[in-house]
């Protein structure tokens, strides 16, 4: 008797456990529609549920509507290694700008997805600030992950970000698909997607219009795959800057592919820019190919002396007589 209620028991627990996606609406913790309200406190309470809980996957509801978001960080790691945020609707930031460097970012996770969603990082006033008296903060990134595994992220629009839109940094494996980036061509510092120190990350079919480099890539990222993206306006798809650190070792690049890539009035094209210093590093298994230009001002730039405005250069040639560009 006493093995069959056991029994039973480890079949109803089992029963719930695998029948149960749990769901997360913001609206239910808070959160309030109409670009009014910060909804900081609702997402952070949505998170925490999430990341603890036990069924998987989770998923976390951000419906339609506009939803004012000053700045938020979700930090793992999370018991839960399945967590989806369904987006409808527009995750927006403040009008102005403060010294933060993030607005979302997610560290030390694994298993997110992000489905959807319009993130309005609201930038034109920290831009006139660095188009006027420059004396402005560096600004935030709209959307980044650090020291996390296993992220997608799909059909997700990015506008206006204050810095760049979406930074990789410390992670592996991650896939970005069908995204769509959009901020001005005169928007200062504002790279579409940056990746660095990163392994197995895929970027794929995604528009790019940016006034900064549509995909910039660091030190210390290998197996990167990088299809069907169209760029432009923008600085093109970059390895680097490089080596900009002195006297420090730096991570090289490596195995990188880029391929049916359409730039559009874009200001360069493809290019490898390295600053001319004593870091040691390299770049090496690159391939760029079915590559369109149209209507681009430098197709392909391949820099070892690459020193902007020609300020601070460290003068130190690996090779001279290449092209300088910002
Ligand atoms: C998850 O639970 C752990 C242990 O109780 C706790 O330290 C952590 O802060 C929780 N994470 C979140 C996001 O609430
Ligand atoms: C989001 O949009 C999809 C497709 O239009 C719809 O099926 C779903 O119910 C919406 N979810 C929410 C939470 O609004
Ligand atoms: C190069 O990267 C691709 C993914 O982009 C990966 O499948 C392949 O195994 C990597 N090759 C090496 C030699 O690491």
Redesign the pocket.
């Given at each position: 008797m006493a093995s069959q209620i056991t029994l039973l028991f480890y079949l109803l627990s089992f029963l719930s456990f695998s029948s149960t996606i749990s769901s997360y609406n913001i609206l239910n913790f808070g959160a309030k529609k109409g670009g009014n309200v910060d909804c900081v406190e609702a997402v952070i309470r949505a998170w925490k549920m999430a990341c603890n809980s036990s069924s998987s996957p989770a998923n976390i509801y951000i419906p339609d509507g506009v939803f004012l978001i000053s700045g938020v960080r979700f930090n793992g790691p999370c018991v839960n290694k399945k967590i989806n945020f369904m987006i409808n609707g527009t995750l927006m930031a403040p009008s102005g700008y403060t010294d933060s460097s993030e607005w979302f970012t997610f560290d030390t996770v694994e298993g997110i997805s992000i489905n959807g969603g319009v993130f309005n990082g609201r930038g034109s006033k920290l831009w006139d600030c660095k188009l006027g008296d420059k004396k402005c903060p560096r600004g935030a990134t709209s959307l980044e992950f650090t020291n996390s595994k296993d992220i997608e992220i799909r059909r997700l629009t990015s506008i206006d970000s204050e810095l760049f839109h979406i930074v990789i940094h410390r992670c592996d494996n991650v896939n970005l698909d069908g995204l769509n980036i959009v901020g001005p061509k005169w928007s200062p510092n504002t790279d579409g997607i940056h990746v660095q120190m990163s392994t197995?990350?895929?970027i794929r079919n995604t528009r790019i219009k940016t006034g900064d480099d549509c995909i910039s890539i660091g030190p210390g990222t290998?197996?990167?795959?990088i299809e069907r993206i169209i760029c432009g306006p923008g600085h093109g798809i970059s390895i680097g800057s490089l080596g900009k650190d002195e006297g420090l070792k730096e991570e090289g690049v490596?195995?990188?592919?880029v391929q049916n890539i359409l730039f559009l009035g874009s200001d360069n094209g493809l290019r490898i820019k390295t600053w001319g210093s004593n870091v040691e590093g390299y770049v090496k298994?690159i391939i760029f190919k079915h590559v369109v230009m149209n209507n681009v001002m430098n197709p392909i730039i391949i820099d070892q002396n690459y020193c902007p405005h020609n300020e601070h250069c460290p003068g130190k040639l690996s090779i001279s007589g290449t092209q300088r560009a910002t």
């Open positions: 197995k990350v895929n290998s197996a990167l795959w490596h195995n990188v592919t298994g």
